[in-house]
């Protein structure tokens, strides 16, 4: 089982861009396809991204499309969410999650989550 740790989190103004970390550890990360969510205390889980196990096939939710993109590196054992024109409905608990299963991440349901990192973006 992967262990995922999200950074790159923080507080930022309307207009600004953000990168996003996710760390695996444990098994082998490069098994594993990612995806990004994030949530708020009034809204589900919303997915974001996602990336299979060898980077060349991504998947993005509409709304986010064009202004997120993710992308991972096996060989150091990170996946990213690059974030442009952040706008203040963007602030989130953003969390990565992984599985070996595609189908777990096309169900939006992957079985390991990191703890989340904040984002706030201010206006």
């Known amino acids: 089982q992967v262990q995922l740790v999200e950074s790159g989190g923080g507080s930022v103004q309307a207009g600004s861009s953000l990168r996003l970390s996710c760390a695996g550890s444990?098994?082998?990360?490069?098994?594993?396809?990612v995806a990004w969510f994030r949530q708020t205390p009034t809204k589900e889980r919303e997915f974001l991204a996602a990336?299979?196990?060898?980077?060349?096939?991504?998947d993005y939710e509409s709304s986010v499309k064009g202004r997120f993109f993710i992308s991972r590196n096996n060989g150091e054992n990170m996946a990213y969410l690059q974030m442009n024109s952040l706008i203040p409905e963007d602030t989130a608990v953003y969390y990565c999650g992984a599985d070996d299963n595609w189908g777990r991440i096309l169900a939006r349901v992957p079985r390991t989550w990191g703890i989340g990192t904040l984002v706030t973006v201010s206006s």
């Open positions: 444990g098994q082998f990360f490069s098994d594993y396809n």
């Open positions: 990336i299979n196990w060898a980077g060349d096939y991504e």
